[in-house]
C-alpha cells in the first residue's frame, strides 16, 4: 500500500492540512447536532414546553450510547490511521475487518439492553417528574432501535477518518441531517406523532446514514473491499482496538453519567428549569464543534505522522491547531452571547424557561474557550496512543464539576452548573498541557518508524 497515498498527511503544510481535514469533520458534527437541535425546535414549537422538557431530560442518556459508539470508534481509528501511516497493508485489513464485526455486534447488544433498561433508568436514576416520565420513556425506547446504525455508522466513519478521508462522512450526514429535518416535521406537524415522531425521524435517519457510509467505503477503497468469506475476526486485532478503545469508551461514558447526575439536579429545579437547559444546551452543543473537530483532525495527522515516524510535524501541529481551534470557538462564543434571546426563543420557551435557557448560555459559553485549548492536548494524547490519561482528565474534571454543582446549588441556584463547568475546566486544560509538555506520550504509539510495535 505504502504511505504515499493522497489522503495521508505526513507531508506537506502542516496548517493547510489540518485545517482542511478538520473542516469536514466540523461541517459533520454540526449536522450531527442539528438531528437533537431540530428536534427540540419542532417538539417546542409544535407541540408543549412539558414535551420539550421530556426529549431534553433524555440527553444525557442517549449521549451515553453515543459515547459507547464512539470511544470504541475512536479506538480502532487509532491503530488503522498508524497501520495506514506505516504501510501495513494487511494489518490495516485485518483491523478493519474485526472492527466492523465487532462494533456491528455490540450495536445489535446495546440496542436490545437499552430498550429494557429504559423505563428504571428515567425514573429512578434521573428521577424524571411524572408529568414528563411517559413521554421521555417512549422517546429513548424508540431512540435506542437506532443504536445499531449508530454503532455501524461510527466505526465506517472512524475508518474513513483513519485513511484520511473525512469530507465522505460529511456527504452522508448532510443527507441524513435533510432526512432528519423533513422527517420532522412530517411526523410532528403533519402527523401529529409528538414525541414518538421526533424519534422516529432520526432512527430513519441514522439508518440512511450508515447503510450509505458501508457502501461507499467498500467502493471507494479497494483496500477496504471485503468478501464474505474474507471478513475475519483477529483476535489480537480486537484486543488492540479495544485496549484503545475502552479507555475513551469508559472516559466518554462516565462523562455522560456525570451529565446524567447534573440533569438530576436540573430535574430537581421543576419544568421551567428542564426546558431553559434543554434550550440552552441545545445551543451549547454547537460550541463543542471546533474544539471536538480539531481534536479528531489533529488526532489523525498525529498517528499518521508517529506512523511515519515525523515527530517533527506532530510538533509543529500542535501550536498551529491550538490556535485555530481556539480563535474559530471565539467567533461562535461571541455569537451565542450576543444573540442568546432569539436563539433560545426558537425552541418555543417563554417567560421562566426562556431566562433560565438565556442565563445558562451567557454563563456557559465563555467556558468553550478553555475547551478548546484542553481538548489540542487531548488529540496529540490521543493519536499517540496515551488513552489513559485522556481518560483520567475527563474524568477527573467531571468528578470536580458533579461534586462543585451540588453544594454549590444551595448558594447559587441554578447557575451552579456553568460556574461548576469553569472550575472543572480550568483544572483540566492545565493538567493536559502539562502532561503534552512532559512527552511521555511519544512512548505509547502502536506504530512506531514504519514498524508495528512489540
Not at 471536538?292 to 491547531?321: C, E
Not at 474559530?328 to 442568546?340: D, E, K, P, S
Not at 493519536?383 to 474534571?397: I, K
Request: net charge positive; aromatic share 12%; charged share 10%.
Amino acid at each position: 500500500m505504502g504511505n504515499s497515498g493522497t489522503n495521508a498527511m505526513i507531508q506537506g503544510n502542516t496548517a493547510e492540512q489540518i485545517f482542511l481535514f478538520t473542516l469536514p469533520i466540523m461541517a459533520g458534527n454540526f449536522l450531527q447536532q442539528l438531528y437533537s437541535t431540530v428536534d427540540g425546535i419542532v417538539v417546542g414549537q409544535f407541540v408543549s414546553e412539558s414535551a420539550l422538557a421530556a426529549v431534553g431530560t433524555c440527553t444525557p442518556v442517549t449521549l451515553l450510547y453515543i459515547a459507547l459508539a464512539l470511544g470504541l470508534s475512536t479506538g480502532s481509528g487509532i491503530i488503522i490511521a498508524q497501520y495506514f501511516g506505516a504501510g501495513l497493508r494487511e494489518d490495516l485489513r485485518e483491523a478493519v475487518s474485526t472492527d466492523l464485526i465487532l462494533l456491528t455486534s455490540l450495536g445489535l447488544v446495546f440496542a436490545v439492553v437499552g430498550a429494557l433498561i429504559t423505563w428504571p433508568l428515567m425514573k429512578y436514576l434521573l428521577g424524571v417528574p411524572a408529568a414528563e416520565l411517559p413521554a421521555a420513556v417512549l422517546y429513548l425506547r424508540i431512540y435506542c432501535v437506532g443504536l445499531i446504525f449508530q454503532f455501524v455508522y461510527n466505526i465506517a466513519a472512524a475508518i474513513l477518518r483513519a485513511l484520511g478521508d473525512s469530507k465522505a462522512t460529511l456527504y452522508f450526514l448532510l443527507v441524513s441531517s435533510c432526512m432528519n429535518t423533513g422527517l420532522d416535521l412530517v411526523f410532528v406537524i403533519v402527523l401529529h406523532a409528538g414525541v414518538a415522531g421526533a424519534a422516529w425521524a432520526t432512527v430513519i435517519s441514522q439508518a440512511a446514514s450508515a447503510i450509505v457510509s458501508v457502501i461507499y467505503m467498500f467502493k471507494r477503497y479497494e483496500i477496504l473491499r471485503f468478501t464474505p468469506k474474507e471478513l475475519t475476526f483477529s483476535k489480537e486485532k480486537c484486543s488492540l482496538s479495544l485496549k484503545m478503545g475502552i479507555p475513551t469508551t469508559l472516559q466518554q461514558c462516565v462523562i455522560s453519567m456525570g451529565n446524567i447526575f447534573l440533569q438530576r439536579l436540573v430535574n430537581s429545579f421543576g419544568e421551567a428549569a428542564m426546558a431553559g437547559y434543554t434550550a440552552g444546551t441545545r445551543l451549547e452543543s454547537f460550541l463543542v464543534i471546533p474544539p471536538i473537530g480539531f481534536s479528531v483532525g489533529y488526532s489523525t495527522f498525529t498517528g499518521q505522522n508517529l506512523g511515519a515516524g515525523r515527530m517533527d510535524r506532530v510538533k509543529k501541529g500542535y501550536g498551529t491547531t491550538r490556535k485555530m481551534s481556539f480563535f474559530l470557538t471565539l467567533g461562535l462564543v461571541a455569537l451565542a452571547v450576543l444573540f442568546r434571546r432569539p436563539l433560545v426563543s426558537l425552541f418555543g420557551v417563554s417567560g421562566e424557561s426562556l431566562n433560565t435557557g438565556i442565563a445558562y448560555l451567557l454563563y456557559s459559553a465563555p467556558c468553550f474557550l478553555l475547551f478548546s485549548l484542553y481538548q489540542t492536548s487531548i488529540g496529540v494524547l490521543q493519536g499517540a496512543g496515551d488513552v489513559m490519561w485522556t481518560m483520567f482528565f475527563s474524568l477527573s474534571s467531571l468528578a470536580a464539576r458533579v461534586v462543585i454543582s451540588y453544594p454549590l446549588a444551595t448558594v447559587t441556584g441554578f447557575l451552579a452548573l456553568p460556574y461548576s463547568m469553569l472550575i472543572a475546566w480550568i483544572y483540566v486544560t492545565i493538567a493536559a498541557y502539562a502532561r503534552y509538555k512532559r512527552g511521555k506520550w511519544k512512548e505509547k504509539a502502536v506504530v512506531k518508524n514504519g514498524q508495528a510495535a512489540e
